[in-house]
C-alpha cells in the first residue's frame, strides 16, 4: 500500500486530511484531491455543471492512480452516495479495499474486502504492520 484513496462523505473532508497527515508518517501517499475542502457543491442544481463534471473526472483519476481504495463509513450521514460509486469503481478495476468503519451494503462484506470497525483498530493495524 503506497499509494491510497480515501472514499468518505464530504463532511468528513477534515477529518480526511487528519488520516492523511497519519499515513504520511508511513510513507503513503494520499491521491484524493477531494479532502482538500475544494470540491463542494452548495446546491444539487450544480449536479449538472461543469464544475461537477471536473469533480467526477478528478475522482476518477485519483481513484486509477491508488493501488488501495479505503472507506470511511458509519457516521449516519449518507451524503449523496458518491463514495458507494467510488467504491464500486474501484472493485471493478480490482484495486484493494478496505472499509473502516460500519459494513453498509453486501459489496462490503465480499471476501476481498478488509474490515476494521473503528479507526482505532485501522491504525493499529497500520502501526503493527508497517513493523513487520
Known amino acids: 500500500m503506497r499509494k491510497v484513496?480515501?472514499?468518505s462523505t464530504y463532511s468528513r473532508h477534515?477529518?480526511?486530511q487528519e488520516i492523511r497527515r497519519f499515513l504520511s508518517h508511513f510513507g503513503i501517499e494520499v491521491t484524493s484531491r477531494?479532502?482538500?475542502g475544494d470540491h463542494t457543491l452548495e446546491t444539487d442544481e450544480l449536479l449538472g455543471s461543469a464544475i461537477a463534471?471536473?469533480?467526477a473526472e478528478e475522482?476518477?483519476?485519483?481513484l486509477q492512480d491508488a493501488d488501495t481504495i479505503i472507506s470511511f463509513t458509519g457516521t449516519g450521514n449518507r451524503g449523496r452516495?458518491?463514495?458507494?460509486?467510488?467504491?464500486?469503481?474501484a472493485l471493478a478495476i480490482?484495486?484493494?479495499l478496505l472499509i473502516v468503519g460500519s459494513l453498509e451494503n453486501v459489496f462490503h462484506c465480499l471476501p476481498v474486502v478488509e474490515w476494521f470497525e473503528t479507526i482505532e483498530q485501522f491504525k493499529?493495524?497500520?502501526?503493527?504492520?508497517?513493523?513487520?
Request: no cysteine; charged share 30%; proline share 0%.
Open 5 to 7: 484513496y480515501l472514499a
Open 14 to 16: 477534515l477529518e480526511m
Open 34 to 36: 477531494w479532502i482538500n
Open 53 to 55: 463534471h471536473r469533480f
Open 59 to 62: 475522482d476518477l483519476q485519483d
Open 81 to 89: 452516495g458518491g463514495r458507494h460509486v467510488e467504491f464500486g469503481y
Open 94 to 96: 480490482g484495486k484493494r
Open 124 to 132: 493499529s493495524w497500520m502501526e503493527n504492520d508497517s513493523r513487520s
